[in-house]
Every structure is written in structure tokens, then in C-alpha cells.
């Protein structure tokens, strides 16, 4: 049985498009992410999208949308075919009753996503664990490792998320 709880996702990053066969995977994930997401929670979603649509819904630069009734709090088929086409986000789904709050973070050269527990405001918890690995580590004299241990729970080593933008040079498909 799966829940349904708010989440909201984040697209950023550079697509380049060169042939039609490649514009027709970026309106698919267009349409994809029209069909699963809205502009503001409680509110219908987007419906339809393509590529010329874009530059006019970009919030701050990026691709966002939400869903105040998201399956588990994620958006399976969005994520996984942005993966599929190396397109890089970020996901926050809000607590329910059953779960803590979280953060994915995904970028093209990532071979797992970065998952990490939160408050709702996207503040990450860091576990108890992480906490007394780092300062057994500082007590030892070994500040650089301890940094390192919180550094990987924190996803520091995670580049920021880039604005969206689609660069589409694949010929018409009148050409």
C-alpha cells in the first residue's frame, strides 16, 4: 500500500538536443513531469508541456513542481527517467505519519542518489552515529576525517543543482 504525502522536485541542468530522435525523449519528460506534478500544492497539474513552454514556468531557474498527494512522497517515473537522460534534480517529500521528511539528490555522474532524513523546512538531520564517529575522530586528533564523516552525511561533495536549460540545435523535423 503506498501513501500519499506532499513532495516537490527541482530539475536543473544543461540538456543539449541534437538529433529529433533526443527532442522527442525531452518532450517526453516534459509531458512526463506535466502529467505528475502542478505549479502549487492543492492546485491542478501543469496538463500539458513542451519544449517552447519552458523559459515561461522556470522558477528561479529551474524546472519545479509539486504534488500535495505524491505517491510515497516521490516521483518514480520523473526521477527515473531523468536518470534515464542524465538530467540532474533535487526532491523533497514533507513528512506523513509513517515517514520522515527527505532530500534526493541526483546529478549525471552519481551512480546511487544521495537520500537523506530532514526537517520540512529541508534542514538535514545528521544521525547520532555520523555525530559520535565525528568527534571520536576529533578527540583522536583527526579533524580532516572528522569533517569528511560529516561532509558525506551533509551530501557536501554534491555539486549544486544548475539552472534548467534546454539547448535544442536537432535540425526540424521539417528538415
Given amino acids: 500500500m503506498t501513501n500519499s504525502f506532499p513532495a516537490n522536485i527541482k530539475i536543473g541542468g544543461t540538456i543539449t538536443i541534437n538529433t529529433i530522435e533526443e527532442r522527442e525523449e525531452v518532450e517526453n519528460l516534459l509531458q512526463i513531469f506535466a502529467n505528475s506534478t502542478g505549479e502549487k500544492y492543492g492546485e491542478p497539474f501543469w496538463g500539458t508541456m513542451e519544449i517552447k513552454d519552458v523559459d515561461g514556468i522556470l522558477e528561479d ?60 523546512n ?7 552515529s555520523a555525530v ?3 568527534l571520536d575522530l576529533i ?14 552525511e551533509l551530501g557536501e561533495n554534491i555539486p549544486p543543482l544548475e539552472p534548467f536549460k534546454i539547448v535544442d540545435n536537432a535540425p526540424s523535423e521539417d528538415d
Avoid at 91 to 113: G, L, Q, T
Avoid at 122 to 128: A, T
Fill in 132 to 134: 559520535d564517529r565525528a
Fill in 61 to 120: 531557474g529551474y524546472l519545479v513542481g509539486v504534488d500535495s498527494e505524491a505517491s510515497d512522497g516521490e516521483f518514480l517515473e520523473l526521477e527515473g527517467f531523468c536518470q534515464q537522460l542524465g538530467v540532474a534534480y533535487t526532491r523533497h517529500s514533507s513528512p506523513s505519519d509513517e515517514y520522515n521528511a527527505e532530500i534526493v539528490e541526483w546529478r549525471p555522474d552519481m551512480e546511487v542518489s544521495f537520500i537523506a532524513v530532514c526537517d520540512d
Fill in 139 to 152: 578527540k583522536e586528533g583527526s579533524i580532516q576525517e572528522a569533517v569528511a564523516v560529516l561532509q558525506k
Fill in 122 to 128: 529541508g534542514d538535514l538531520y545528521v544521525p547520532r
